[in-house]
């Protein structure tokens, strides 16, 4: 079984910074694809960043130029530096991790986090 955790998450007024962590842990040979969703009250979960295992990233339009995603996949662990919060960004962020393999062989799974709260205050 794999497990993510994310932390991070807080209270922080309009252009502020957080940086969310997220630390995946079991039985993990490879996770193809890291990734940030956020899902505001209200709202469909949305992809928030992502990251491959070779460093390709891929950013919501919304967060272009103020969040920068990071990997480390020895440590199978990803972060999210978020700059220049507003309050549009407030919501639940979960950790993904895509197509994980526990072996070199079969087909991958993906796994969720449990969520951490970012609330950016006006």
């Known amino acids: 079984q794999v497990h993510l955790v994310e932390s991070g998450g807080g209270l922080v007024q309009a252009g502020g910074s957080l940086r969310l962590s997220c630390v995946a842990s079991?039985?993990?040979?490879?996770?193809?694809?890291m990734g940030w969703y956020r899902q505001a009250p209200g709202k469909q979960r949305e992809l928030v960043a992502a990251?491959?295992?070779?460093?390709?990233?891929n950013y919501a339009d919304s967060v272009k130029g103020r969040f920068t995603i990071s990997r480390d996949n020895a440590k199978n662990t990803m972060s999210l530096q978020m700059n220049s919060l507003k309050p549009e960004d407030t919501a639940v962020y979960y950790c993904?991790?895509?197509?994980?393999?526990?072996?070199?062989?079969?087909?991958?799974?993906?796994?969720w986090g449990k969520g951490t709260l970012v609330t950016v205050s006006s």
């Open positions: 993904n991790a895509a197509a994980v393999l526990t072996t070199p062989y079969g087909y991958g799974m993906d796994y």
């Open positions: 079991g039985k993990i040979f490879s996770i193809a694809t």
């Open positions: 990251i491959t295992s070779g460093g390709s990233t």
